[in-house]
């Protein structure tokens, strides 16, 4: 006689939205190279969200073992071969020429993170991942944002949001992002010191489930000011924001010269290094992990993922666009389903 009792049933894989990003870009082409390969397929259900005809003509173009079905969000099939597109135009992207920008594109790839949001707000999707979008097409199709994160916050009504950006052996945070470097040393407060550690902070135990990370601040200045010789933002806004974190509970230690600091982050010494600006902390990860890392916004009420890199007109339709930042995108989104608390 067989045995007799209930058997418990793996969870469903995680349900994750791909943003096609530019249609005029790299993003067709990128997922459909790693939608082509079977370890995406093992980690979750993957629902584009974007143009078919477009991601139909990459797959032509690509001579990927594909075929493009058009979905909606009520129990869709998505075998192994398939690639399910869910377009939230009303009518389907019209002519545009690739690798260049044009306010059809652009209103397009706004379109596609409106709706991505939508169905992750309300849960139809566990998360989101994007491809790249193009900053100016989107401007000049009318909305008014810097970049993707910008966007995310607005849409989803978050108050604080910050980018972490991980690779290889580093996790980064930053203070400030894009921003010219004139520019820096005015926007470091104590203020903006204390936020970054503590979405840093947040960013380590929810998505990473690291219950007490150790954050290490990097200094502005060369050798962290030398003692006020070379710059004086250590002491009047790195040092004292740490002071506040530390008041608040999130512990932190700095500001440390980069330049060894990094070196130290590299080896393990930290769990993330909160970066005064963007080529502080951009520079050494993409050294150390080029086409392999990936973005984070901290702070959403959802998660969501992204690419390391732009939309790469110079190299649209050439067939050499590297999927690896893509599927390291896909892999953290479904760890971080899996990691974060339940809301």
Do not use: W
Not at 37 to 55: H, K, M, Q
Not at 260 to 265: H, M, N, R, S, V
Not at 268 to 293: E, R, T
Not at 322 to 339: C, H, K, R, W, Y
């Amino acid at each position: 006689m067989g045995k007799t009792g209930t058997t418990s049933q793996k969870p469903a894989k995680p349900l994750l939205g791909i943003t096609m990003g530019d249609p005029a870009g790299i993003g067709p082409e990128v997922i459909v190279k790693a939608l082509a390969r079977p370890g995406v397929r093992r980690l979750c259900r993957p629902l584009v969200i974007g143009s078919p005809e477009v991601l139909a003509r990459t797959v032509s173009a690509l001579k990927a073992p594909l075929k493009v079905r058009s979905v909606d969000l009520s129990g869709f099939e998505a075998p192994d071969g398939v690639i399910p597109v869910l377009d939230p135009l009303p009518q389907p992207l019209g002519p545009f020429t690739p690798g260049k920008v044009s306010h059809e594109t652009g209103a397009a790839q706004a379109v596609y993170v409106e709706e991505a949001v939508e169905r992750a707000l309300d849960g139809s999707i566990a998360a989101i991942v994007t491809a790249p979008i193009n900053k100016e097409a989107i401007n000049l199709a009318g909305y008014s944002y810097p970049g993707h994160t910008e966007m995310l916050a607005d849409l989803t009504g978050a108050k604080e949001v910050g980018m972490m950006i991980v690779g290889g052996p580093l996790r980064f945070f930053f203070a400030t992002i894009h921003a010219a470097i004139k520019d820096v040393p005015a926007l470091l407060t104590p203020e903006r010191i204390e936020r970054a550690i503590r979405l840093c902070h947040r960013g380590l135990t929810e998505f990473f489930r690291i219950k007490h990370p150790l954050i290490a601040v990097a200094a502005l200045n060369p050798h962290a000011g030398e003692g006020g010789l070379f710059g004086t933002e250590e002491r009047t806004a790195i040092g004292p924001g740490i002071e506040r974190a530390l008041a608040r509970g999130f512990p932190a230690v700095g500001p440390l010269p980069a330049d060894t600091l990094i070196g130290q982050a590299a080896q393990g010494k930290y769990d993330a290094v909160v970066a005064m600006y963007h080529d502080q902390g951009l520079i050494p990860l993409k050294l150390a992990a080029f086409g392999k890392s990936v973005n984070i916004t901290v702070g959403l009420p959802i998660i969501r993922t992204s690419v390391d890199h732009g939309t790469a007109y110079d190299i649209v339709g050439k067939g050499i666009a590297d999927d690896g930042s893509l599927i390291e995108a896909i892999t953290l989104a479904a760890q971080f389903v899996e990691n974060r608390p339940r809301r």
